[in-house]
């Protein structure tokens, strides 16, 4: 396998539509950024301290170069050095997480040739793997250890495996105290405000992140992003949304996921999700069974 041929696979499946910026975010995640999109902005001439110095700069052409088959720029023993030494499973396997979308991600199962139902997880070390196996060949070519790297993997216990990828920042955790998966039984025109207590538990500041609305229903909501506030470890707040059940009848499930500044979802498996269930009749003969 090219190493041109591999980072193109990836880059055409990814979030990312600059070659030269995905380069950025790739290699820094790979070595160990926890933010690769906001600490790398090619416009801004601005990398992040994880980056090898040979990928940095102003000009783009050695980046965008990686992905050509002719006029192609090689990996420079310096840079696979500096990969070798620097690799980070975890801040590598977030990044891809956030990049692909479910549908992306089967796409470039298949562009790998494999099956489309492989395990997120499996794939992604599958595709470090590879990575590594570049660094440590003289060459810019590798043997395709995708398969075998998967089917080691797989063979792990379930139990062992110690990847976690419910968030998007490592000791990045919360939980919802009370107000969870509420079910509302309402009448026609009401209007009606749901609270949630959540708290921070992990070990990041939770700073310039909200919840958005992530399920599309005809029920009126407001506001439709909830700001959270500065909440440090250990620290808890009050989220609360208006709900206007007018003009519309039916059974209506709504759902809020946590995202920061950059618009990312900060827990991608809807671990901290906000939900809530609401009935809504003409007439309502029925109990409030929320509150």
Known sequence: MQFC?????IYKRSACNNQSQFVLEFFSAFCGEEEPLR???EKDSLYSKYLPSGLTGYDSTYRKRLFRETKYTRLSSPIKEYILSNQNKDTFFKYLNFTLTENNFKELCADFELSIYTEKIALF???FEQFIEFAKNREDSADNVIQKTIEKYLSIKPTERKIDLSSLYPNDMGIIE????????KDCYQKFNHSWLIKN???ITWEERYYEICKTTSLKT???QIKIPVLRPKEETVLTVAIDTRHFEGNFELAWTMRNKDKQECFPEKSLQLKLTVNVYFKNTIADKGG
């Open 5 to 9: 041929d591999f980072l193109s696979k």
């Open 201 to 203: 538990i992990g070990a």
């Open 178 to 185: 009370n107000g969870n998966n509420i079910v509302y039984e």
């Open 222 to 224: 407001n506001p439709y």
């Open 39 to 41: 600490s790398n902005n």
């Open 125 to 127: 070390e599958g595709v």
